[in-house]
């Protein structure tokens, strides 16, 4: 079941192609997207994402061409991401931005937050409740701690929310940019687990994954995408994408 | 349990002193001359920073909030009564009538600044709106004030959408000067517009009428004479209590989280759904709209409006009240409202001085306590911890 | 054709004043990235200074009596933009020095609110000061030419600007400091790791744009022969137009964007019907589709903003 395919995404950078022509497919699965540094990897999430619009090539989300849409209708669309330097809203609580993950399920309009209807109450305590029975999945601590600012909050932790945020809204495609990032040895472990048990809860959410450590990338991916300049240059399982040759020159160094 | 109950207790009674003693400092201020109020003020504020270095504040924080409902019905019956505690003494009333007028644009205000961070220095063009629309509307087609308010909010609202239309593309620097370039265009379209009444502005505003009683006469109750100013002064309090919960309730809404997000980092905001033009553009035409209707309230008031009511230095004194108060805190922008109002309209008497010092006051609350008399707080929803059904939400309604 | 041309010069005239303000605000934003709001108040004041000078002290007159009169009123000038120079100075220590690595808002206000200060103490504490004053006549007012009626007075604002921007463009090119005002310009954090005293150079940026915004504030004087104790709001705010029409934080660009202003309003006054009241509207909107459409100002670079 093919969730998202990019047919020769390409973006151009005042002549330098970030991303070069990638076909790219997921379906039900977890997709390592691994390449150098500088090859493309971010970009062609934020391609994904809407936050760059391609320069050609098309993306394809559940079977609907999505190329060119802002970031908030493809948030709304169902692709959830992280970013790679942990972005929350440092300055608003744990809470808030767990309920800023469910912005685009809600539906109170603007005169609704005036007047207030049951139906608006309803809407806010059932977002609250999802975003502690997410929550509880990572860290039962954080709920105790939802009126912290995330600026008191440790890197794993503000790393698990922003995970919670990206899935709180239920998204059939999440996307994480080096999620184990500045996490030491032990809460990478930690982090590893987490991913799994989105997967385990949820098998509708597909992800792709942009990781450095190998240990990790092996560990919980089905299937790995190798990227070099902005090219695609191998696809397939961890094991045997390790052993190509052009993989090897490319990333591991030969 | 009695431990419980009594602890409830003191907390509702802590709230009930807190809130009685700001109606009290907001009094003493308002009626005492400039120096007293200065030290009032300073007073008020040593309170504050001493109670967030020993940390005491946070109690009161949470026992207002907490006990928000009797917080308000004593800073209601406050100003009910404020009429007879005056005793009719018109000036003061007007001032207060100022604040209330003011405090509402503030409010909408700071939807912009406070809530999304976009600079705004053109509320007085919005303010200018409301007022003009009414009363052209009242003086030249003899509509009814009430219609006026109503059409004020409206166009105040639509021009609020196309000065906004700026903070879509640009922000910061840009951001200001442009919506100063509007400001400054919007006071010369109205000093070079004849038909709005140019330099001279639009004498001859009728007031409001309610079943063939005019607010312009005199009230009595209970044998006394309160001036005309009675009247507005309940109408603006009643459009302020109103434009409050409002605000707070957008404040506690979706809404104002978006725009808290944009506020803090716009990528994030976009990727987690939130359309960033038409929130901005809500932040604007809603602020607008406020501006709009205490314009209209403004020009029935006072029965003259000219362009000076609606220039620059009318924009900037409303980001100073917002300023004042404490960005994106309801209460804290009522309170900066009422009190620059209060100090502006005391320094009157120093005529030539007035501006100077207005421009000192500014310079060292900058300097002094940047983030306002009552500084952002964080946004609390009322949950009570359940152990047998998890957790169990209540959401209340906001108040000021 | 002779009004046409006559109105260019006008033109040309008055934005050269809007250029040196826009100037000062371009000079301040590249070192320091904080819009200087009160760079219109500044100028105005060494205009008041100036016909201080003249009128109460008789500076003047006494100079006169050694020096021809060129030289005097050069030597009065460079009092006049030294004294600026220095309030500049202290205006930096007072109301932006404590909002550095603090909300852009907060410098902007507490700027403008300096601004609307020494307006106040102009209009309170100069003789008169709320009324109009006479600006003395220091250049030459005779007639260069009869075509087009240009006066020594127009050529010699125009020079003047022309000498002080090459002035200032050797000063930043080929003095060690002018090249570190430029470094700062580019990269704060790296000029400051390779050596370079920041808050020596932030000093003397603000003495240098506070000297070329006190020239500017003699040159609109003389422009229009009179000055009011609040013609800086309006003239700052000209100024600040200048500089972002010409990309803010770029000197050059601030020229450019000064006359681009400045032909707009005469250009709309003298050739609209009824277009004289509009004048500033249409430099404003002029301003405002600018920015909107082209913020990296006429002579900038499109950045691409890093995610």
Same mark, same amino acid.
């Given at each position: 079941?093919?969730?998202?395919?990019?047919?020769?995404?390409?973006?151009?950078?005042?002549?330098?192609?970030?991303?070069?022509?990638?076909?790219?497919?997921?379906?039900?699965?977890?997709?390592?997207?691994?390449?150098?540094?500088?090859?493309?990897?971010?970009?062609?999430?934020?391609?994904?994402?809407?936050?760059?619009?391609?320069?050609?090539g098309k993306i394809i989300f559940q079977q609907e061409d999505i190329t060119g849409a802002g970031p908030d209708a493809i948030r709304s669309k169902g692709i959830a991401r992280t970013f790679q330097t942990n972005r929350l809203c440092l300055h608003l609580t744990v809470l808030d931005n767990m309920l800023l993950g469910l912005y685009s399920q809600q539906k109170t309009a603007w005169w609704q937050a005036i007047f207030r209807p049951a139906y608006s109450r309803a809407e806010i305590k059932a977002g609250i409740e999802k975003c502690f029975h997410i929550l509880a999945h990572f860290n039962e601590e954080l709920i105790k701690r939802c009126y912290d600012p995330v600026t008191t909050i440790p890197l794993i932790d503000r790393r698990r929310i922003e995970i919670a945020r990206a899935i709180v809204g239920e998204p059939r495609l999440l996307l994480l940019d080096e999620p184990t990032a500045g996490l030491n040895a032990e809460e990478t472990m930690q982090m590893i687990r987490d991913i799994g048990k989105i997967r385990e809860d949820n098998r509708k959410i597909s992800i792709i994954i942009?990781?450095?450590?190998?240990?990790?990338?092996?560990?919980?991916?089905?299937?790995?995408?190798?990227?070099?300049?902005?090219k695609k240059i191998a696809e397939g399982l961890f094991s045997e994408v390790s052993k190509d040759e052009q993989v090897r020159t490319a990333y591991l160094g030969g | 349990m009695i431990n419980k109950a009594g602890a409830q207790l003191s907390r509702s009674l802590m709230a009930i002193a807190v809130s009685l003693g700001i109606c009290l400092i907001l009094y003493i201020a308002l009626v005492s001359p400039l120096p007293i109020t200065l030290l009032v003020l300073a007073i008020f504020l040593g309170l504050i920073v001493m109670g967030e270095r020993s940390g005491g504040i946070e109690k009161i924080y949470a026992a207002m909030e907490e006990h928000k409902g009797e917080a308000?019905?004593?800073?209601?019956?406050?100003?009910?009564?404020?009429?007879?505690?005056?005793?009719?003494?018109?000036?003061?009333?007007h001032v207060v009538v100022m604040g209330g007028i003011y405090s509402i644009i503030a409010l909408g205000l700071n939807f912009q600044l406070g809530s999304t961070g976009m600079v705004n220095f053109?509320?007085?063009?919005?303010?200018?709106?409301?007022?003009?629309?009414?009363?052209?509307?009242?003086?030249?087609?003899?509509?009814?004030?009430?219609?006026?308010?109503?059409?004020?909010?409206?166009?105040?609202?639509?021009?609020?959408?196309?000065?906004?239309?700026?903070?879509?593309k640009t922000?910061?620097?840009?951001?200001?000067?442009?919506?100063?370039a509007l400001q400054v265009i919007f006071t010369l379209m109205i000093i070079n517009t004849d038909?709005?009444?140019?330099?001279?502005?639009?004498?001859?505003?009728?007031g409001y009428e309610i079943f063939g009683f005019s607010f312009r006469r005199p009230l009595e109750i209970l044998g006394m004479r309160l001036p005309y100013q009675t009247n507005y002064f309940y109408l603006v309090f009643l459009l302020l209590s109103l434009a409050a919960l409002a605000a707070s309730r957008l404040y506690n809404s979706r809404i104002g989280l978006a725009w808290n997000?944009?506020? +803090?980092?716009?990528?994030?905001?976009?990727?987690?759904?939130?359309?960033?033009?038409?929130?901005?553009?809500?932040?604007?035409?809603?602020?607008?709209?406020?501006?709009?209707?205490?314009?209209?309230?403004?020009?029935?008031?006072?029965?003259?409006?000219?362009?000076?009511?609606?220039?620059?230095?009318?924009?900037?004194?409303?980001?100073?009240?917002?300023?004042?108060?404490?960005?994106?805190?309801?209460?804290?922008?009522?309170l900066g409202s009422l009190l620059l109002t209060i100090i502006d309209e005391k320094l009157r008497d120093f005529a030539d001085y007035r501006m100077l010092m207005y421009a000192l006051i500014l310079i060292i609350i900058l300097i002094a306590r940047p983030q306002g008399l009552l500084p952002k707080r964080n946004r609390k929803y009322q949950i009570k911890q359940d152990n047998n059904e998890g957790y169990n939400v209540t959401v209340t309604a906001g108040g000021k | 054709m002779s009004l046409v041309l006559s109105q260019a010069i006008n033109a040309i005239m008055l934005g050269c004043t809007y250029s040196l303000v826009g100037i000062g605000f371009s000079l301040f934003f590249g070192v320091m990235d904080i819009v200087v709001f009160c760079a219109g108040d500044v100028a105005i004041f060494a205009a008041f200074s100036i016909t201080a000078l003249v009128s109460i002290v008789g500076l003047y007159a006494a100079l006169n009596l050694a020096l021809p009169p060129f030289l005097s009123t050069v030597l009065i000038v460079i009092a006049g933009a030294s004294l600026t120079g220095v309030l500049m100075l202290a205006l930096y220590r007072l109301v932006i020095k404590p909002f550095e690595n603090k909300s852009a808002l907060m410098p902007l206000l507490s700027t403008i609110a300096s601004g609307v200060a020494l307006r106040e103490l102009i209009g309170i504490f100069y003789p008169q000061g709320r009324n109009p004053q006479t600006f003395p006549q220091l250049l030459p007012g005779g007639a260069l030419s009869d075509f087009a009626m240009i006066s020594w007075r127009n050529l010699i604002i125009i020079v003047a600007t022309l000498l002080l921007v090459a002035l200032l463009?050797?000063?930043?090119?080929?003095?060690?400091?002018?090249?570190?005002?430029?470094?700062?310009? +580019?990269?704060?954090?790296?000029?400051?790791?390779?050596?370079?005293?920041? +808050?020596?150079?932030?000093?003397?940026?603000?003495?240098?744009?506070?000297?070329?915004?006190?020239?500017?504030?003699?040159?609109?004087a003389s422009y229009y022969d009179v000055v009011r104790f609040d013609m800086g709001s309006m003239y700052g705010l000209k100024g600040f137009c200048a500089a972002v029409v010409g990309g803010l934080g770029n000197v050059y660009g601030a020229i450019v964007g000064g006359l681009l202003i400045a032909f707009i309003e005469v250009f709309v006054s003298a050739f609209v019907p009824g277009g004289t009241a509009y004048a500033s509207v249409a430099a404003f909107l002029m301003v405002v589709l600018f920015i909107l459409f082209k913020p990296e100002g006429v002579i900038g670079e499109k950045t691409i903003e890093k995610v």
């Open positions: 079941m093919e969730v998202l395919r990019t047919e020769a995404l390409t973006i151009n950078f005042g002549g330098l192609k970030a991303v070069d022509g990638v076909d790219f497919i997921i379906g039900d699965e977890i997709v390592g997207l691994i390449g150098p540094n500088g090859s493309g990897k971010t970009t062609f999430l934020n391609l994904v994402s809407g936050i760059y619009k391609p320069t050609s942009i990781e450095h450590d190998m240990a990790v990338i092996a560990r919980i991916t089905d299937r790995v995408v190798v990227l070099n300049a902005g | 308000l019905v004593v800073a209601g019956i406050f100003a009910l009564l404020l009429p007879l505690l005056v005793s009719g003494n018109n000036y003061l009333l053109a509320p007085a063009a919005f303010y200018g709106t409301g007022a003009y629309t009414s009363a052209v509307l009242a003086v030249k087609f003899g509509i009814s004030p009430w219609v006026g308010i109503l059409c004020g909010l409206f166009m105040a609202a639509l021009l609020g959408i196309v000065f906004g239309f700026p903070a879509l922000r910061g620097y840009y951001l200001s000067l442009v919506t100063i038909w709005l009444g140019g330099p001279n502005g639009i004498p001859g505003i009728p997000a944009i506020e +803090q980092d716009e990528i994030v905001a976009a990727t987690q759904g939130i359309n960033l033009t038409k929130i901005k553009l809500l932040a604007f035409s809603i602020g607008a709209a406020f501006a709009g209707v205490a314009g209209a309230l403004y020009a029935h008031y006072t029965s003259f409006i000219g362009n000076e009511d609606f220039d620059f230095n009318k924009s900037l004194v409303l980001i100073c009240m917002v300023l004042l108060g404490g960005m994106d805190n309801v209460a804290g922008v009522i | 463009y050797l000063f930043v090119n080929k003095t060690k400091i002018g090249l570190s005002i430029q470094a700062v310009s +580019q990269n704060r954090e790296a000029a400051i790791m390779v050596g370079i005293n920041w +808050q020596q150079v932030v000093l003397i940026t603000f003495l240098l744009g506070g000297f070329i915004l006190g020239i500017g504030g003699f040159l609109v």
